[in-house]
C-alpha cells in the first residue's frame, strides 16, 4: 500500500477534504468560475443525458427521473431528491453525494486552456451512477441533482463569492441528514483529487474506523477502491482512514473533530447526528494530472467511474 497523497513526504499535508472553506485568496478564480460555469453546465449537461437521465433546466424543475425530494426543512431546490428502483427491486437505497457544488467548485484541473470542475465532474458521475443503479434494482437518494449546495444559504454565508466555514459545515452535516432521512443502506461520497505535482495520479478510498459499524465502512471503501482500480487502470494510492486526511482546518472545531463530517462520529454542537449506515468517500482520478483530467472530462470516463463504482457496490452487497 503506497502512502496516501495526504501525507506525501517533504511537503504539506493535504487540505483534508470539506472540512474547511475557500481560502479568501481565491475569490477573483471565483469571479472567474461563475462564467466557465456557465459555459461548462452544457457540456456535464450532455454527458449525463447520454446516460439515459435527464438533468434540471431552468431552476426549480427537478430531473426526469426523480421521484421527489426527501421531507426535510432548509433544502435547495433539486437537493436531497429520491429516484425509484427499476424493476423488483432490491429493498436497499444507496445515498450517492456529488461531491461540492455552487460557490464550491471544488478542485479546478485543466485541459490545455480548457478547465474542468469537481462540482461538474462528480454530478455528471452521480447521475451516471443512479441510472446504473436503478437500473440494478436499488432505490436511490441524491444529495444534489443540480449546482447548488444541499443546505439553502443566506447572503450571509459567503464572502467575496467564497463559501464561509460555518455555511461549508452546515452544507456537509444537511448531507448526512439526507442519507439518514433517506435510510439509505450505504452511503457513497463522490470526489476528484488533486495535488501540487501534475504527475502524480491515482486512485484513493477514504473510511472512518470510529463508527461502531467500521469493519463494514472498511470493506465498502476497499471494495470501491478494487473496483475503480480495475476499473480505470489506476494506480492504487490505497484504502486509508479519514484521520489520515491531517491538514489545518479554518476553524478550531473542525481541526479538534478530525474526520470527515458526512463519515465520522457524532461531536456535540458540530455533528450532533452523524451518517448511520456504511460509508466511503471515493477520489477516483487526479485533476490536476493531465490525463486523468482530460479522463474524468469525458462522457466515456465519467461511464467508466460509474460503471467501476456500480461494480464495487455489487460486490459490497453481495458479501462476498
Not at 453525494?97 to 470542475?117: K, M, N, R
Amino acid at each position: 500500500m503506497t502512502r496516501p497523497i495526504a501525507k506525501p513526504a517533504n511537503v504539506p499535508a493535504r487540505t483534508r477534504r470539506r472540512q474547511r472553506s475557500l481560502s479568501l485568496l481565491r475569490p477573483a478564480l471565483i469571479v472567474a468560475l461563475a462564467a466557465t460555469c456557465a459555459l461548462a453546465f452544457p457540456t456535464v449537461l450532455q454527458a449525463v443525458r447520454s446516460a439515459g437521465v435527464t438533468v434540471a433546466g431552468p431552476p426549480g424543475k427537478p430531473p426526469g427521473m426523480v421521484a421527489g425530494q426527501i421531507a426535510m426543512s432548509g433544502l435547495q431546490t433539486g437537493a436531497c431528491m429520491s429516484f425509484p428502483s427499476k424493476g423488483g427491486g432490491s429493498g436497499k437505497t444507496v445515498f450517492i453525494d456529488p461531491g461540492h457544488g455552487g460557490l464550491d467548485p471544488g478542485v479546478v484541473g485543466t485541459i490545455g486552456q480548457q478547465q474542468v470542475l469537481e462540482k461538474d465532474v462528480t454530478l455528471a458521475v452521480g447521475f451516471r451512477l443512479a441510472a446504473l443503479l436503478q437500473s440494478d434494482g436499488y432505490r436511490v437518494v441524491m444529495s444534489r441533482t443540480q449546482d447548488s449546495s444541499v443546505t439553502r444559504l443566506s447572503a450571509s454565508d459567503s464572502v467575496t463569492g467564497a463559501l464561509t466555514a460555518s455555511a461549508e459545515q452546515r452544507d456537509l452535516v444537511t448531507r448526512a441528514a439526507c442519507a439518514n432521512a433517506s435510510s439509505a443502506s450505504v452511503l457513497v461520497s463522490i470526489h476528484f483529487d488533486a495535488y501540487d505535482d501534475p504527475a502524480v495520479g491515482g486512485t484513493e478510498t477514504f473510511y472512518d474506523a470510529q463508527r461502531a459499524f467500521a469493519a463494514e465502512n472498511k470493506r465498502l471503501a476497499t471494495d470501491l477502491q478494487n473496483a475503480l482500480v480495475s476499473g480505470l487502470g489506476s494506480t492504487d494510492r490505497g484504502v486509508w482512514t479519514d484521520d489520515q486526511l491531517v491538514a489545518p482546518a479554518l476553524t478550531v472545531s473542525g481541526s479538534i473533530y478530525g474526520h470527515l463530517i458526512e463519515l465520522g462520529p457524532p461531536s456535540p454542537g458540530y455533528v450532533d447526528n452523524p451518517s448511520q449506515m456504511p460509508g466511503a468517500l471515493v477520489e477516483p482520478l487526479f485533476l490536476t494530472n493531465a490525463s486523468e483530467a482530460k479522463l474524468a472530462s469525458t462522457a466515456s470516463g465519467q461511464q467508466r467511474v460509474a460503471v467501476a463504482l456500480q461494480a464495487g457496490l455489487r460486490k459490497f452487497f453481495s458479501g462476498a
